[in-house]
């Protein structure tokens, strides 16, 4: 009795505490869910850079611009199946923005896009604030048979109020409708129609004696509990049904006679054009030191073009590293990816035009830990990333490493 009394105050408490959460505030979000995605793919598949957000704070109807490029690295994890067909997503809790439109190399996403592998793909995606409140949003990529691959995001804060949004549109035929509301009585109302259907069903074989229902069919007669009357109601209800639809088909067709059918196609979109590189870089070996959470490699650079080069970023999983020996080069807070820290680069002099030169590169920082980066937690011990160099007038060379292998350091003598 004891042990009955105690199992149901514990699903008492269990169902408040569920009600408290599900009762409780909704306006704000404080997490993604970047982190739950595994370190290869978000390393290896797509990296994000030049991201940029219009701004951080808005008024409900307001515009928010995001624009950046992406690369498909040019070793896909084996792990990972790769189709190529994308849609450029926009992520924010709920529907708080409404898209205007996204573009990849300018052409309007009204279809998936067949992408390359390796190529490199400036995107643009508009949006509009509609409801107020603190928001993460944030741009990704949706890869058939890949998931939803992640970029840079931010939090923005929207004034004002919802009432009176809008969002007009004109139609194929010139009629301007609000979006906002439209078709939204006949919906609730077909709703409500196959709602009652649906209670009507399950009322009418839920409502007889279920355990006496059970006896007979545990005694092997279950054949014995649908008798005539209930085939020929179950007739009816099927009838009924069917006669419904074409009802709501006629209506429909007599309402509406000009529809197309929603289209189903893809679309081919070629990459840029590939930018001028000044080098060739390729890493020769990589360490990951547990204990200092530091990844470390040695970088072999030949700068193939007539000024001297130094290696200013390295940019993986929305997380930055700066070379910031560079002048000039410091973090921004106004980026949206997340700042891994310093990168040391040995020797720190520029490789000089036509030299081959080994950089040692390490980078020490929390965030391989905090991002959930730490390689050696997965059987495909590898990273990926892009190498960002520059020469004096600026001038960037994008180097893509996608399939280094690395080998942990523990800090203790393993047994």
């Keep these: 009795m004891r042990k009955r009394v105690m199992r149901m105050m514990g699903r008492a408490g269990a169902l408040a505490l569920l009600g408290m959460i599900l009762a409780g505030p909704t306006n704000r979000l404080w997490a993604l869910g970047e982190k739950s995605q595994e370190a290869f793919l978000r390393m290896r598949t797509v990296i994000f850079y030049d991201t940029q957000f219009s701004g951080r704070k808005f008024k409900v109807g307001d515009e928010m611009t995001v624009t950046g490029k992406f690369q498909l690295l040019p070793i896909w994890p084996k792990e990972i199946a790769f189709t190529g067909i994308s849609w450029l997503n926009f992520f924010v809790p709920g529907p708080q923005f409404l898209r205007v439109g996204s573009w990849i190399n300018g052409r309007f996403m009204s279809c998936s896009q067949l992408l390359e592998l390796g190529g490199t793909y400036e995107y643009k995606t508009i949006t509009r604030a509609r409801y107020p409140g ?5 741009v990704m990529l949706s890869m058939k048979d890949a998931g939803p691959l992640i970029g840079p995001s931010i939090y923005v804060d929207v004034d004002g109020s919802h009432e009176g949004f809008t969002n007009p549109i004109k139609t194929l035929l010139g009629n301007t409708v609000n979006l906002e509301d439209y078709g939204e009585s006949r919906m609730l109302m077909w709703t409500l129609v196959t709602t009652l259907i649906g209670i009507a069903w399950l009322g009418f074989w839920l409502g007889r004696p279920f355990t006496t229902r059970l006896g007979v069919v545990a005694a092997g007669r279950a054949k014995e ?6 085939k020929t109601v179950a007739v009816i209800f099927a009838l009924g049904t069917i006669g419904l639809i074409v009802v709501a088909n006629v209506m429909t067709a007599s309402q509406f006679p000009h529809t197309i059918p929603i289209q189903e196609t893809i679309i081919r979109n070629e990459p840029l054009p590939p930018e001028p590189s ?27 073009g007539d000024r001297p080069l130094v290696l200013k970023e390295f940019t993986t999983a929305n997380v930055r590293f700066l070379n910031e020996q560079v002048p000039g080069n410091a973090w921004n807070p106004d980026f949206p990816e997340v700042y891994g820290g ?7 002099e520029p490789v000089a035009p036509g030299e081959t030169k080994v950089l040692e ?27 960002f160099f520059s020469d004096p007038t ?9 399939d280094q292998l690395v080998i942990p350091k523990f800090g203790v003598t393993q047994m």
């Design 278 to 304: 000044r080098v060739e870089a390729k890493v020769l070996d990589a360490t990951y030191d547990v204990p200092s959470r530091t990844l470390a490699f040695r970088l072999e650079v030949h700068n193939t």
């Design 342 to 348: 310093a990168m040391k680069i040995t020797p720190s």
């Design 134 to 138: 603190h928001w993460p949003v944030g």
């Design 361 to 387: 590169v390490v980078m020490a920082s929390a965030e391989w830990e905090n991002q959930r980066l730490t390689m050696y937690h997965e059987t495909t011990n590898r990273f990926g990333g892009l190498l």
């Design 225 to 230: 509990l649908i008798s005539g009357a209930d």
């Design 394 to 402: 600026g001038a960037r060379s994008i180097i893509a490493v996608a």
